[in-house]
């Protein structure tokens, strides 16, 4: 177990990560979620809590009911993106998360502080315990897709959603710089390790139009979104421009109003994906 690489087809060991339901944790008693959709990324600096925001303001968008589940505890940003501030309210049956101006439920560390500016200075297996909790102790009530905004990288949080939150998919989210194909193949590798299907490619940062001339400049250097879903059979992307005023609705809270048809497709692969009660019945 010490040299476990959690893929199962190398081992001949009988442990339980051979049924992959094994370390699956039940929601709150209070609970019931359709789709949970994970977005997460090789690396850090790329925009997932962006992305995770305008999927969630698309799926509330159409009229279903969505949380937000932020485990990037050290550095939460999705509040700030929603202009939420309220503190979410505990009792012996549970936590209840707070709510967006459009009825998005979000829970975050930064709801559960007494100040939002406090740091969280814990170790690996506090922050992914406290992710874990988000899921089983916060009571979401009725959702039809619950997005989890992961932390960077392959470590300990990540490790911990994809073995014990019954996924339905995971959205990558990646930028044109250099070095992209290498952090998509780590996010890729984990998800195929653990089973769980890629829904879709997003491009943060992908270009910038010109408001005067209206051409499309790429000033991180050329996408190629569309060649890494191609070689690793992804099937959906999305590319998001470079827009001052996207930033500027992030900044002051507003990004319930922010334009989500770059994600059509994306969200397409979502709306579509497997339910997690084959997971749990």
Known sequence: MANCTHDCSTCSSSCGTRNKNSFIKPPHAGTKVKRVIAVASGKGGVGKSLVTSLLAVRARGQGLRVGILDADITGPSVPKAFGVTARAMGSEEGILPVETKSGIKLISMNALLDHEDDPVVWRGSLIAGATLQFWTDVIWDELDILFI????????VPLTV?????LSGIVIDTTPRDLVEMIVKKAIGMADMMHIPVLGLAENMSYFTCPDCGKKYELFGKSRVSDLAGAYHVPATARIPIDPALSELVGTGKIE??????LADIYAQI???????????
């Open 162 to 166: 994809f073995q014990s939150i019954p």
């Open 149 to 156: 905004d992961m932390p960077p990288g392959t470590g300990d």
């Open 257 to 262: 109003e922010a334009d989500t048809d770059c």
């Open 271 to 281: 709306a579509h994906s497997r339910e997690i009660k084959d997971y749990l019945d």
